[in-house]
C-alpha cells in the first residue's frame, strides 16, 4: 500500500512534518509550518503527547490509516475502533465512555442525541466552520433547498446548547456533530454482463435481471433501494419516501418476498465485502452497492460502474460527535482532532474511494490537478486515477460516473433514514428474510 | 470419618465450580433477560413479560425459520451418518494395516487445519455461475446455461454442511466400531451370514453408540449455526440462530434471549430422543 500522498499540503512542505518538529521542541517552527492548514495551539504539546482519543465508527469511513495520520501530526494517539450501523448505537448508548469520537451517520444522531451521551460542537472552535459545505449547515446546495426526503444532514445539524438533548430549528453555535463525510448512493451494474442500458431504479426489479439481481441486507438502507425502484416501476407512489406508512412499507416489502419466490434476487448481501465478491465473479450483475465497493471491484481491472439514475441518488452522509465525558485537556485534543480532520489530508484520502468532505476546497491540496478534475468537477481523467492504496481504477478519458460534486448532490431524491415506522419496518424485513 | 464424606464433594467441585460459572449462571442471565421488556431507541428494560414468547410463537416467520432448519438438520443428519458409517467401516474394517488405517483416519482431519469460514467460502468457486463445475459442465456442452441453483441455494448449503461436519460422524463412529471383537463378525461369517448380514446384524448394532454421539454433535452444530446458511444461500434462507441475530442487530436482547431459550429447549428434546434410543451410557462403559 502505497501511504503517501501528493506532498502539496503545507504539513509536506520542506519535509518538515509536525512530530518530528515536536520531537526537536521546536514548537515555534512547528506553529509557523503548521497554522496554515492544522492551526494547532503548540503551547501545551507536552501534556497532550499523553493523551490517546478513541474514534469509533462504521468500516467505510473509519480508515486506519486516517487514525496513523492524525497521530503522526497531532503528537497525540488517535486510536480506530470500527463496529456496524446497530453495534455503533448500542455502544455509545450503552458503554459512552469506551468512545472519545463518534463517527456516526445522520439518522443515527436521532437515536443518541436524545440519549445525552454526546456533546454538541461548539462552531467558533471549529476554524473551517464557515468553509463547511451550505449542505449541511444551511440545508441548500448549489443555490437550491436539498431534499427533505428521509433524515437530511440539516435537520439534524444544530442543537439549543451544549449538553441539549433535542434538535434546534435553525442555526446556533452548537453543531450536533462536526461534518465530515458523505457520499449520493445508486446502484452499481456489470455494463459487460446486462446487455442493455440501465437508467432507472425500476431496473432493480426488470424481470430482464431475473436471478442476477441482489439487494442490500441492511434493513434501514435495502428498504430505501427498494422504495426508490418501486416508486420508479409505477408500484407505489409514496407520500414521503423517508418516512413511508404501515401500509407503504407492508406494500415495498410483499413485493421484495414476491420477487424472492419468483427467483429474482441472486442474493442479499449483508457485508461490503460480499457485495464486492457477488459483482467481481459475475454472479449478479445489478445491485444496491456501496461507493468503495464500486472502486474494489473495478481495482481487480473489471468494469463495474456506480450508474446514476434519472429519479437520483439515495444521499448519506456521517460527522463526528463529541461524548460528553471529553473535558479539559482531552476537549482541547478532540477539537484539534475535528480541525485537522477538516484540514485536507482525510478528504483528499477518501476522495479516492468516491466520498466527499464537508470542507471540499482544502482537500483540494491533497489532491492533484487530475484527482481534483475527475472527482469533483466531472472533468475527463488526464491521467490513470488510483484507489487510496494506490491500485488503478480508471484510465485517462474516463469521466466519473454521474459527474461532478455538484451535478450529484443536486439529484439527491431522499436520504438514508430512521423512519417513524422502524419498528415494524424490522419486524417486516425478517418476513423478507424468512420468505 | 469427616474427610471420608466431604471428600467426594472436594473432588467434584472443581468441574461444578466451572459448570456454574461458565453454564449455568449465563444461561440463567438468557433466561431472565428473556422476560425483560424491549423499547425501541432504548433497548432492553427490566421486567418481568411473557410478550417475547407470545410474539416469537405467534409469528409465522418464526415457525418458517424453525421448519427450515429442522429440515436442514434432518438432511444433513441422513448424509452425514451414511458417509460417516461406511467411511468408519472401510477404515475399521477394510484397511487391515492398523498404522494405515490410522493414517488415513488422520487425513480425513486435514481439511479442518484451516478454518471453517474457509472451507465453507472455498465452495464459492466452485459451484458459482462462473465457477468450476459450471464451467467444466459448459466447455464439455452438457449444458448451454450455467446451473444457478449450485450456488445460493438450499443444496449448496447442505454441501457446506456435510462438508464441514462429517467428521464429527466419522470420530464416534470408528471409535465404536474400533471396540468390536473381530471375532464376532468371523462368527457369524462361519454361521452363515453373507457380508451384507454382518454389516446389518452385527456392525450396526454395535456401533449405534457412535451413531447417537456423531447425530448429537451433528444435530447442535446445525440447529445452532446462522453463518453457514446465510453465506451459502446468499442470504435468501435463514436459520432458527439467524432470527436471533436479526434481534441482536437492533438490541432486542430481550427477544433474542426468548428464542435462544425455545433453540435449547428444542436441542434438548432432539438429543433427549437420540439418548431415548441409544442408551449411550451403558453401552460406552460396555
Redesign the interface.
Known amino acids: 500500500m502505497k501511504k503517501d500522498m501528493t506532498p502539496k499540503g503545507p504539513t509536506a512542505a520542506g519535509g518538515v512534518s509536525r512530530r518530528s518538529v515536536l520531537k526537536a521542541g521546536a514548537a515555534a517552527v512547528g506553529a509557523a509550518a503548521g497554522s496554515g492548514v492544522i492551526g494547532a495551539p503548540m503551547i501545551w504539546a507536552q501534556n497532550i503527547k499523553d493523551i490517546t482519543l478513541n474514534h469509533t465508527g462504521m468500516s467505510y469511513s473509519t480508515l486506519i490509516d486516517i487514525a496513523r495520520k492524525a497521530t503522526e501530526d497531532l503528537g497525540f494517539k488517535v486510536e480506530m475502533a470500527v463496529t456496524?450501523h446497530?453495534g455503533m448505537?448500542?455502544r455509545m448508548?450503552?458503554d459512552p465512555t469506551s468512545i472519545d469520537i463518534a463517527d456516526t451517520e445522520i439518522w443515527q444522531t436521532k437515536?443518541y442525541v436524545?440519549?445525552g451521551v454526546t456533546q454538541a460542537v461548539h462552531t467558533k472552535r471549529i476554524k473551517l466552520w464557515d468553509k463547511i459545505t451550505p449542505l449541511y449547515t444551511q440545508g441548500v446546495f448549489a443555490g437550491k433547498e436539498v431534499s427533505r426526503q428521509g433524515d437530511s444532514p440539516y435537520e439534524i445539524m444544530y442543537r439549543a446548547s451544549k449538553d441539549a438533548t433535542s434538535f434546534h430549528d435553525g442555526p446556533t453555535e452548537w453543531a450536533t456533530f462536526l461534518p465530515g463525510v458523505f457520499n449520493a448512493d445508486t446502484l452499481g451494474i456489470r455494463p459487460d454482463l446486462l446487455g442493455r442500458k440501465v437508467d432507472s431504479w425500476a431496473d432493480l426489479f426488470s424481470a430482464d435481471f431475473k436471478?442476477r439481481a441482489?439487494i442490500q441486507?441492511i434493513p434501514t438502507i435495502g428498504i430505501m433501494d427498494a422504495i426508490m425502484a418501486m416508486e420508479a416501476s409505477g408500484e407505489l407512489t409514496y407520500r414521503d419516501k423517508g418516512n413511508p406508512t404501515r401500509e407503504e412499507l407492508e406494500k415495498t416489502v410483499a413485493k421484495l418476498i414476491a420477487l424472492?419466490r419468483a427467483g429474482h434476487?441472486?442474493?442479499?448481501?449483508?457485508t461490503f465485502d460480499e457485495s464486492v465478491?457477488?459483482m467481481a465473479?459475475?454472479?449478479v450483475v445489478i445491485q444496491s452497492m456501496w461507493s468503495p465497493a464500486v472502486t474494489a471491484v473495478r481495482t481487480q481491472g473489471i468494469n463495474c460502474v456506480y450508474q446514476p439514475l434519472k429519479e437520483g441518488y439515495r444521499g448519506w452522509g456521517n460527522g463526528l460527535a463529541l461524548m460528553s465525558h471529553l473535558d479539559g485537556l482531552k476537549l482541547d485534543a478532540a477539537y484539534e482532532y475535528l480541525n485537522w480532520y477538516l484540514s485536507g489530508w482525510v478528504g483528499g484520502f477518501i476522495a479516492k474511494q468516491g466520498y466527499y468532505i464537508s470542507v471540499p476546497e482544502t482537500a483540494r491540496q491533497y489532491l492533484t490537478d487530475n484527482e481534483w478534475g475527475f472527482f469533483y468537477e466531472g472533468k475527463p481523467a488526464t491521467a490513470d486515477i488510483t484507489s487510496p492504496t494506490g491500485e488503478k481504477t480508471n484510465s485517462a478519458g474516463d469521466v466519473r460516473d454521474g459527474g461532478s460534486f455538484e451535478e450529484r448532490f443536486s439529484k439527491v431524491a431522499v436520504w438514508n433514514n430512521l423512519m417513524d415506522e422502524?419498528?415494524f419496518l424490522?419486524a417486516k424485513?425478517?418476513?423478507f428474510?424468512?420468505? | 470419618m469427616t474427610l471420608r464424606r466431604i471428600l467426594p464433594y472436594l473432588q467434584v467441585a472443581p468441574l461444578t465450580l466451572v459448570l456454574a460459572l461458565f453454564v449455568v449462571l449465563p444461561l440463567g442471565l438468557v433466561v431472565a433477560v428473556s422476560f425483560w421488556r424491549f423499547q425501541f431507541l432504548v433497548g432492553p428494560v427490566p421486567d418481568f413479560t411473557l410478550q417475547n414468547y407470545v410474539d416469537l410463537l405467534s409469528s409465522e416467520t418464526t415457525w418458517r425459520l424453525y421448519l427450515s432448519t429442522v429440515k436442514f438438520t434432518l438432511i444433513v443428519l441422513a448424509i452425514t451418518a451414511v458417509l460417516g458409517f461406511w467411511i468408519s467401516y472401510f477404515l475399521v474394517f477394510h484397511v487391515r494395516n492398523l498404522l494405515t488405517a490410522i493414517a488415513l483416519f488422520l487425513i480425513c482431519t486435514v481439511p479442518f487445519w484451516t478454518s471453517n469460514i474457509i472451507r465453507m467460502i472455498s465452495w464459492r468457486p466452485v459451484l458459482g455461475k462462473e465457477g468450476l463445475i459450471n464451467q467444466a459442465l459448459m466447455k464439455l456442452g452438457l449444458i448451454d446455461q450455467p446451473l444457478a441453483w449450485l450456488l445460493f441455494s438450499d443444496f449448496a448449503v447442505v454441501v457446506a454442511y456435510v462438508h464441514l461436519f462429517t467428521l464429527f460422524m466419522i470420530v464416534p463412529i470408528f471409535n465404536a466400531m474400533a471396540r468390536i471383537d473381530k471375532s464376532l463378525l468371523e462368527a457369524a461369517v462361519d454361521a452363515g451370514a453373507s457380508r451384507l448380514d454382518v454389516v446389518w446384524n452385527v456392525v450396526l448394532p454395535l456401533s449405534r453408540t457412535g451413531i447417537a454421539l456423531g447425530a448429537v454433535f451433528v444435530v447442535t452444530l446445525v440447529m445452532g449455526d446462522f453463518f453457514v446458511v446465510i453465506v451459502m444461500s446468499g442470504g435468501l434462507s435463514g436459520s432458527a440462530t439467524s432470527g436471533i441475530y436479526n434481534d441482536v442487530q437492533i438490541q432486542n436482547y430481550p427477544r433474542a434471549a426468548a428464542n435462544a431459550v425455545i433453540l435449547l429447549a428444542i436441542v434438548l428434546m432432539m438429543a433427549t430422543a437420540i439418548f431415548r434410543v441409544v442408551d449411550v451410557r451403558r453401552e460406552l462403559v460396555r
Open positions: 456496524d446497530a448505537v448500542n448508548v450503552n437515536v436524545p440519549q436471478g441482489a441486507n424472492k434476487w441472486r442474493a442479499l448481501w449483508n465478491n457477488l465473479s459475475g454472479e422502524a419498528p424490522f424485513w425478517n418476513e428474510n424468512a420468505a
